[in-house]
């Protein structure tokens, strides 16, 4: 999902900056009322937690450049189901950012972008769990079709979020198009592997889970959790 440099230029990249400023803003305000709720050392926790397996996804795991950008397996939905939204923002902000400082610098002019993409899908996600996943039912206990639902959603929104910056950055020509249905195309094969991933790790936490038992690194409605830690 790394917009390659070079597609948005020049003044053009102030949107950027500025969709940039108002996605961290939010996710700012989301740390807030987490650490209000759950506690510092439960957030710091969740967030690093997050952040290693974002960095390693994108340092780690496969990534192949297609047409505008890369194809990147980000596992969004897993660490929002484990961490929950605001270490989950924290974890997507921050491990894009270290990849940029010491691996790859020349993604680091584009980090507004990207940041965007990131956390605006996130924010998308968010919202469609709201409706997909009933109320009051913990995260152990969804389903496939309801983990194929969020999928859709978190990369359907940074299929979307790419095309956007492709056509604002290098407008409606056949090749530019072609390039981005072919990242669009490419990327959601995704939407197929991300659900079975999902389901290994909730199946992993029904294993080890115990009636009752509210954990420090874990989101609080994966497991049920009535109480705040």
Not at 20 to 38: L, P
């Amino acid at each position: 999902m790394h917009i390659e440099a070079g597609v948005v230029e020049g003044g053009k990249m102030v949107l950027a900056y500025a969709t940039g400023a108002a996605t961290m803003a939010v996710g700012f305000k989301m740390v807030w009322e987490n650490v209000a709720k759950y506690g510092i050392v439960s957030y710091l926790l969740k967030a690093l937690l997050a952040t290693a397996i974002v960095f390693s996804c994108f340092e780690i795991l496969p990534h192949y450049p297609v047409g505008v950008s890369e194809v990147h397996l980000i596992l969004g939905t897993t660490i929002y189901l484990i961490f929950g939204l605001a270490p989950a923002m924290t974890g997507l902000a921050a491990g894009l950012l270290i990849q940029g400082l010491f691996f790859a610098p020349s993604d680091l002019p584009q980090y507004g972008i990207n940041v965007t993409t990131l956390l605006a899908s996130i924010l998308i996600l968010h919202t469609v769990a709201r409706r997909v996943i009933p109320e009051g039912m913990a995260y152990k206990d969804i389903g496939y079709s309801q983990l194929l639902k969020l999928s859709v959603a978190w990369e359907g929104a940074i299929v979307s979020w790419v095309a956007f910056w492709a056509l604002y950055g290098q407008g409606f020509g056949a090749e530019n198009l072609s390039n981005i249905l072919a990242f669009g195309s490419s990327y959601m094969l995704v939407v197929i592997i991300e659900p079975l991933v999902d389901l290994a790790v909730l199946a992993a936490v029904k294993t080890l889970y115990r009636e009752g038992e509210c954990k420090l690194l874990f989101e609080s409605r994966l497991l049920g959790c009535k109480a705040a830690f």
